[in-house]
């Protein structure tokens, strides 16, 4: 099968926290993602690794005394193999590179008065590099690595005072780069906030006297990210034509477990407030009925102004992107179970599953698609898609790695026919072209990549580059347009 879209964005995504290291490079602060150890004892299947540790571990990761392994200090080293990774890459056929910017390397404490000059060119001379390798790039302003600063000094997002920092640094960056970096997407997967209020807002529960101002904290840190994003939208505005702001959402597509409406009602319900609910709020510009509803009922209580909703109206994204592994099931039995706080869904017997219990679901994306531009007809980008596995060099120095090469190209079949199906779907970055670190688990172990890094768990190995058996895929792919 060709695949029909000959002018399409096709690449793959990192970032910073996962690939750079270099984490006392040139006065960068450390981050919240470099501040969570490496758990030689956890459970892959288990999602509560992301907030099983307090602020005072994350204090104790300063000094470190304990000596334990902080693998988000150190990445893949791209901050120094960056032109050999853009180079192979551009070997692999990609035309886009989706990437993040460190805010703790631009403006370690968050409120200085002038960006770190190396770190501004630092990022120019990436950018220039796969400008050069052809390649377009789409930048994540924060991607799950909230400057520990930032959340010592004001406690994280959900403390207004937030949003005039990142306003502040996306300015400085859109000045600077807005002729090299062309797609703009404000915060990764969005819908973070209120299932891990630490890893998308800086913010942790010790901070709070109960429950509730905990959860209402999340929902406010997540209100001022809506806010931060379509004020960001508005100066882009002025700033330059050139740049085209989207959104990204962790996307969760459930199926209903069984056909009794009470389920049915279960997913509908679960879409609603998981799923659509951020779309609707970042396109439509207002919150939606239901959740009016679902906050009565949850007691949530947040602050919004007039003038906040006024900018969320007038500044929708302009393209939707999302992040793409995995579907689930949703059943009354299952959400009264897991208390309503559900990341994983319910199992589906006619998928298989990942060791980390990820259900792949290559149809699933076709219906995502579908889905999306029937309700929002604005432009849909695939932002991250992949499969984690545990793999080995072999004597040959690669990786027989045939199941990513079914994974990818199971997905890719399922895009063409949303595209046959009229969506529009302009572009697709892979999570990942080259292993990276593990963002729930912190692993070096779970592979994603069309290239193999030398590196172990514990940063150990030469930090050597290898093709797998699917970069020679990709890369033929792309050549031939043959699935
Ligand atoms: C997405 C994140 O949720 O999933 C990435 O945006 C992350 O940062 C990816 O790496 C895969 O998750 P994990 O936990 O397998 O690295």
Same mark, same amino acid.
């Given at each position: 099968m060709k695949f029909v879209k000959k002018d399409f964005l096709w690449g793959g995504a990192t970032s910073a926290s996962q690939v750079e290291g270099a984490y006392d490079v040139d006065g960068k602060s450390l981050t919240i993602a470099d501040m969570r150890p490496f758990n030689p004892n956890l459970d892959r299947k288990s999602v509560s690794e992301l907030n099983a540790y307090t602020r005072e571990d994350y204090e104790k990761s300063i000094e470190n005394k304990e000596g334990l392994h902080y693998p988000k200090r150190f990445g893949v080293d791209q901050y120094h193999r960056y032109k050999e990774d853009i180079a192979l890459f551009k070997e692999a056929g990609m035309n886009i590179y989706r990437m993040s910017i460190a805010w703790s390397r631009i403006f370690p404490n968050g409120d200085e008065a002038e960006p770190n000059k190396s770190a501004i060119e630092f990022y120019r001379s990436v950018f220039q590099e796969c400008k050069d390798a052809g390649m377009e790039v789409m930048l994540t302003i924060q991607h799950y690595d909230v400057p520990y600063p930032i959340t010592k000094e004001y @406690? @994280?997002?959900?403390? #207004? #005072?937030v949003v005039d920092l990142f306003i502040k640094f996306s300015t400085v960056i859109m000045n600077e780069y807005k002729d090299l970096v062309k797609y703009w997407l404000p915060f990764n997967e969005i819908n973070i906030a209120t299932l891990s209020p630490v890893t998308g807002l800086g913010v942790f529960k010790e901070d709070f006297k109960t429950e509730e101002e905990y959860k209402n904290a999340a929902w406010q840190g997540l209100h001022n990210q809506f806010y931060a994003q379509a004020k960001v939208i508005e100066i882009a505005k002025t700033i330059s034509s050139n740049i085209e702001m989207g959104c990204m959402v962790a996307n969760m597509t459930t199926y209903y477990s069984d056909c009794n409406p009470v389920n049915v009602m279960e997913n509908l319900k679960f879409q609603q407030m998981e799923r659509y609910f951020y779309y609707d709020v970042m396109i439509k510009g207002k919150y939606p009925t239901y959740s009016e509803r679902y906050f009565e009922e949850h007691n949530i209580k947040f602050e919004t102004t007039p003038e906040e909703m006024n900018v969320i109206k007038n500044n929708p994204i302009h393209y939707i992107t999302f992040s793409y592994y995995m579907t689930s099931t949703i059943s009354k039995e299952l959400l009264e179970k897991a208390g309503g706080n559900l990341l994983m869904g319910g199992k589906n017997p006619f998928l298989k599953a990942t060791e980390w219990g990820w259900q792949i679901d290559p149809i699933g994306l076709r219906v995502t698609l579908n889905e999306l531009w029937d309700r929002y007809e604005i432009p849909l980008f695939i932002s991250e898609n992949g499969i984690g596995v545990v793999e080995t060099l072999d004597s040959n120095n690669t990786v027989e790695d045939d199941y990513r090469i079914d994974y990818l190209s199971e997905h890719f079949k399922q895009m063409n026919e949303a595209i046959l199906d009229g969506v529009n779907v302009f572009g697709y970055t892979m999570w990942t072209p080259i292993d990276v670190v593990s963002l729930s688990t912190n692993e070096m172990s779970k592979r994603y990549g069309l290239i193999f890094v030398d590196y172990d768990d514990y940063h150990k190995g030469t930090g050597d580059r290898f093709k797998k058996k699917s970069f020679n895929w990709f890369k033929k792919f792309r050549e031939t347009g043959e699935l």
């Open positions: @406690g @994280g997002w959900s403390n #207004k #005072k």
